[in-house]
């Protein structure tokens, strides 16, 4: 059974500052691999869609890794915001016509 | 990408009362799945439902408590049925995009906030 872990559940930064969130699933056998942004109380907006074939993704300041053989994805927010305060969820899709399975998410606080 | 509305955006319950979430999508979609996520946890997924067909049920999540409508391509509602305080959570509606390049991205709704009293 596939299980997703994000590190850390929790990130307090400065304004300005480059950061990582952490991905890891145990299966490494996906289809592809999805971040998305939780603001409190709604819904989740989509960040970047990794293909299994991929080894990143960019838009904008962030930017997704995947290491498949490691079980690992990170994304990258450069120049952080006040306005990137969020939860971040990262999901994992095991073949083309499976259910999402989801992370807990990393709750971010960025500090003006 | 896929545009997706939710009714009501929350709402506040009594006990023993039910709710009934709808869901629109701006463009047709075979599959359309229904979420809950409780306060302080991750996503879970509650059904599929298809258009045309009974909805397909996940473990833990049953017909009587959660009963779902498909009437066609881009609607869903979702009741949640005889609440109690543990059914409090935000209720989400999602669809996959982008089936026609193989790429199953996800999309979600802006959620359904509910409270019950």
């Known amino acids: 059974k596939q299980e997703v872990t994000q590190i850390p559940a929790a990130l307090s930064v400065p304004e300005g500052e480059n950061l990582v969130l952490n991905c890891s699933f145990t299966d490494s056998a996906i289809y592809n691999l999805q971040w998305f942004r939780q603001d409190p109380g709604k819904g989740l907006t989509s960040l970047l869609l990794?293909?299994?074939?991929?080894r990143e993704q960019t838009s904008g300041r962030l930017n997704a890794s995947l290491d498949k053989s490691s079980g690992r994805s990170t994304l990258y927010i450069a120049a952080s915001q006040p306005g990137d305060s969020a939860t971040y969820l990262c999901a994992v899709r095991r073949t083309s016509g499976s259910r999402l399975t989801f992370g807990e998410g990393t709750q971010l606080t960025v500090n003006p | 990408s896929a545009v997706i509305s939710q009714k009501p955006s929350r709402d506040i319950c009594q006990r023993g009362t039910s709710l009934t979430i709808q869901c629109q999508v701006d463009s047709q979609v075979t599959m359309m799945f229904w979420y809950r996520q409780q306060p302080g946890q991750s996503l879970t997924l509650i059904a599929t439902a298809n258009q045309g067909s009974e909805a397909t049920y996940e473990s833990g999540f049953v017909i009587d408590k959660f009963p779902i409508s498909r009437p066609n391509l881009t609607f869903s509602t979702l009741t949640v049925s005889n609440m109690s305080p543990e059914d409090s959570s935000i209720y989400l509606c999602?669809?996959?995009?982008?089936?026609?390049?193989?790429?199953?991205?996800?999309?979600f709704g802006p959620g359904t906030r509910l409270t019950v009293t």
């Open positions: 990794i293909q299994s074939s991929q």
């Open positions: 999602s669809v996959e995009g982008g089936l026609a390049g193989g790429l199953y991205e996800q999309y």
